[in-house]
Protein backbone atom coordinates (compact mmCIF):
# COMPACT_ATOMS: atom_id res chain seq x y z
CA UNK A 1 0.00 0.00 0.00
CA UNK A 2 2.74 2.48 0.88
CA UNK A 3 4.51 1.81 -2.43
CA UNK A 4 1.39 2.42 -4.72
CA UNK A 5 1.04 5.70 -2.70
CA UNK A 6 4.56 6.60 -3.11
CA UNK A 7 4.62 5.68 -6.75
CA UNK A 8 1.27 8.29 -7.46
CA UNK A 9 3.03 11.25 -5.69
CA UNK A 10 6.13 10.39 -7.69
CA UNK A 11 4.06 10.35 -11.26
CA UNK A 12 2.14 13.37 -9.64
CA UNK A 13 5.32 15.16 -8.62
CA UNK A 14 6.73 14.54 -12.34
CA UNK A 15 3.58 15.45 -14.40
CA UNK A 16 3.75 18.22 -11.92
CA UNK A 17 7.41 19.59 -13.16
CA UNK A 18 6.37 19.40 -16.60
CA UNK A 19 3.56 21.49 -16.79
CA UNK A 20 6.12 24.38 -15.78
CA UNK A 21 7.76 24.26 -18.72
CA UNK A 22 9.66 28.07 -20.24
CA UNK A 23 7.66 29.15 -23.67
CA UNK A 24 8.22 32.17 -25.65
CA UNK A 25 5.97 34.16 -27.69
CA UNK A 26 6.05 32.40 -31.65
CA UNK A 27 6.18 35.04 -34.50
CA UNK A 28 4.20 33.29 -37.50
CA UNK A 29 4.98 36.35 -39.19
CA UNK A 30 8.45 34.75 -39.95
CA UNK A 31 7.23 32.73 -43.17
CA UNK A 32 6.35 35.79 -44.69
CA UNK A 33 10.21 36.48 -45.26
CA UNK A 34 10.69 33.38 -46.47
CA UNK A 35 12.96 33.34 -48.79
CA UNK A 36 14.48 29.70 -51.10
CA UNK A 37 16.66 29.95 -53.92
CA UNK A 38 16.70 26.77 -55.29
CA UNK A 39 18.87 25.78 -58.36
CA UNK A 40 17.96 23.17 -60.93
CA UNK A 41 20.25 20.91 -63.37
CA UNK A 42 18.59 19.15 -66.21
CA UNK A 43 19.40 17.58 -70.17
CA UNK A 44 18.34 20.23 -72.41
CA UNK A 45 19.25 18.56 -76.17
CA UNK A 46 20.94 15.22 -77.38
CA UNK A 47 22.11 14.04 -80.58
CA UNK A 48 24.07 11.65 -82.25
CA UNK A 49 24.54 12.50 -86.68
CA UNK A 50 26.96 9.62 -88.27
CA UNK A 51 29.25 11.36 -90.62
CA UNK A 52 27.37 9.06 -93.99
CA UNK A 53 24.10 11.15 -92.92
CA UNK A 54 26.21 14.19 -94.28
CA UNK A 55 25.95 12.45 -97.91
CA UNK A 56 22.82 11.68 -99.95
CA UNK A 57 23.50 10.16 -103.34
CA UNK A 58 27.15 11.46 -103.18
CA UNK A 59 26.42 14.81 -102.47
CA UNK A 60 27.24 16.77 -98.88
CA UNK A 61 24.99 18.73 -97.41
CA UNK A 62 24.29 20.56 -94.55
CA UNK A 63 21.85 19.12 -91.40
CA UNK A 64 19.33 21.04 -89.35
CA UNK A 65 18.11 19.36 -86.33
CA UNK A 66 14.50 20.70 -85.07
CA UNK A 67 14.62 19.83 -81.31
CA UNK A 68 10.47 19.17 -80.16
CA UNK A 69 9.14 21.77 -78.37
CA UNK A 70 10.70 23.55 -75.66
CA UNK A 71 8.49 24.98 -73.54
CA UNK A 72 9.59 24.62 -70.27
CA UNK A 73 10.50 28.18 -69.95
CA UNK A 74 7.15 28.96 -70.59
CA UNK A 75 5.97 27.51 -67.43
CA UNK A 76 3.95 30.15 -64.94
CA UNK A 77 6.17 29.02 -62.19
CA UNK A 78 9.46 29.48 -63.83
CA UNK A 79 8.01 32.60 -65.67
CA UNK A 80 7.68 34.28 -62.15
CA UNK A 81 10.69 32.88 -60.67
CA UNK A 82 13.37 31.98 -62.68
CA UNK A 83 15.99 34.79 -62.01
CA UNK A 84 19.12 33.25 -64.49
CA UNK A 85 19.66 30.06 -66.86
CA UNK A 86 23.00 28.66 -67.84
CA UNK A 87 22.92 26.77 -70.71
CA UNK A 88 25.87 24.39 -71.46
CA UNK A 89 26.77 22.71 -75.08
CA UNK A 90 29.31 20.16 -75.16
CA UNK A 91 30.04 18.85 -78.82
CA UNK A 92 32.19 16.05 -79.77
CA UNK A 93 33.62 15.75 -83.42
CA UNK A 94 34.82 12.40 -84.90
CA UNK A 95 34.77 13.45 -88.27
CA UNK A 96 37.70 14.40 -90.33
CA UNK A 97 36.10 17.79 -91.54
CA UNK A 98 35.16 21.25 -89.87
CA UNK A 99 31.75 22.38 -88.93
CA UNK A 100 29.90 25.34 -87.69
CA UNK A 101 26.56 24.81 -85.68
CA UNK A 102 24.16 27.13 -84.98
CA UNK A 103 21.43 26.74 -82.26
CA UNK A 104 18.69 29.23 -82.84
CA UNK A 105 15.68 29.77 -80.37
CA UNK A 106 12.42 30.22 -81.85
CA UNK A 107 9.48 31.63 -80.13
CA UNK A 108 5.96 30.15 -81.06
CA UNK A 109 5.65 31.56 -84.38
CA UNK A 110 8.99 29.83 -85.04
CA UNK A 111 10.88 33.42 -85.13
CA UNK A 112 14.49 33.29 -84.24
CA UNK A 113 15.25 35.21 -80.77
CA UNK A 114 18.79 34.32 -80.16
CA UNK A 115 21.80 32.45 -81.75
CA UNK A 116 24.49 30.57 -80.20
CA UNK A 117 26.89 29.78 -82.91
CA UNK A 118 30.55 27.05 -82.76
CA UNK A 119 32.93 26.44 -84.70
CA UNK A 120 34.26 22.70 -84.82
CA UNK A 121 37.52 21.96 -85.62
CA UNK A 122 37.99 18.66 -87.78
CA UNK A 123 39.20 15.80 -85.92
CA UNK A 124 42.59 15.00 -86.09
CA UNK A 125 43.16 11.73 -84.13
CA UNK A 126 43.38 13.68 -81.09
CA UNK A 127 40.10 14.38 -78.16
CA UNK A 128 38.19 17.44 -80.33
CA UNK A 129 35.66 18.12 -77.53
CA UNK A 130 34.34 21.79 -77.90
CA UNK A 131 32.43 23.20 -74.81
CA UNK A 132 30.63 26.53 -74.78
CA UNK A 133 28.25 28.31 -71.74
CA UNK A 134 25.16 30.74 -72.31
CA UNK A 135 24.10 32.47 -69.59
CA UNK A 136 20.61 34.20 -69.94
CA UNK A 137 20.31 37.03 -67.25
CA UNK A 138 17.90 40.05 -67.33
CA UNK A 139 16.39 40.89 -71.14
CA UNK A 140 18.67 37.51 -72.35
CA UNK A 141 16.20 35.56 -70.05
CA UNK A 142 13.03 37.13 -70.95
CA UNK A 143 13.93 35.88 -74.57
CA UNK A 144 14.75 32.52 -73.45
CA UNK A 145 11.57 32.68 -71.09
CA UNK A 146 9.84 32.98 -74.57
CA UNK A 147 11.52 30.50 -76.27
CA UNK A 148 9.02 27.26 -77.59
CA UNK A 149 11.66 25.52 -79.95
CA UNK A 150 15.51 25.06 -80.83
CA UNK A 151 16.82 24.56 -84.17
CA UNK A 152 20.50 23.37 -84.90
CA UNK A 153 22.05 23.88 -88.30
CA UNK A 154 25.12 21.75 -88.61
CA UNK A 155 27.21 23.13 -91.97
CA UNK A 156 29.77 21.72 -93.49
CA UNK A 157 33.37 23.67 -94.08
CA UNK A 158 35.41 22.93 -97.00
CA UNK A 159 37.65 19.90 -96.62
CA UNK A 160 38.41 16.78 -97.75
CA UNK A 161 34.92 14.70 -98.93
CA UNK A 162 32.75 12.33 -97.64
CA UNK A 163 30.97 9.62 -98.84
CA UNK A 164 28.26 6.68 -97.67
CA UNK A 165 31.32 4.64 -96.13
CA UNK A 166 32.67 7.62 -93.95
CA UNK A 167 33.19 7.05 -90.09
CA UNK A 168 33.02 9.43 -87.06
CA UNK A 169 29.85 11.51 -85.68
CA UNK A 170 29.02 14.64 -83.88
CA UNK A 171 27.83 14.38 -81.09
CA UNK A 172 25.78 17.21 -79.31
CA UNK A 173 24.75 16.86 -75.47
CA UNK A 174 23.33 19.75 -73.59
CA UNK A 175 22.20 20.95 -70.22
CA UNK A 176 20.40 23.50 -68.31
CA UNK A 177 21.12 25.24 -64.94
CA UNK A 178 17.80 26.89 -63.48
CA UNK A 179 18.05 29.65 -60.68
CA UNK A 180 14.77 30.06 -58.67
CA UNK A 181 13.82 32.62 -56.27
CA UNK A 182 10.82 32.04 -54.08
CA UNK A 183 9.29 34.53 -51.81
Known amino acids: MKRVSFNRI??????????????????FNQANDLKIEPVFISNLAYFDIPAHE????????SII???????????????????R???????DNTINRAYTLDII???KNN???????????????????VTKKEIFENANLDLLKSTTKMTFFIKMLSGSLLNENSVGSIKLRSGVTAYLIVQ
Open 85 to 91: ADLSFEI
Open 65 to 83: VDSPTVDVFNDAFLKNHLT
Open 10 to 27: LLLLIISLFSFSCSSDLD
Open 54 to 61: FVTNGVER
Open 105 to 107: LRD
Open 111 to 129: QPLYTINFNVPAYTGAANL
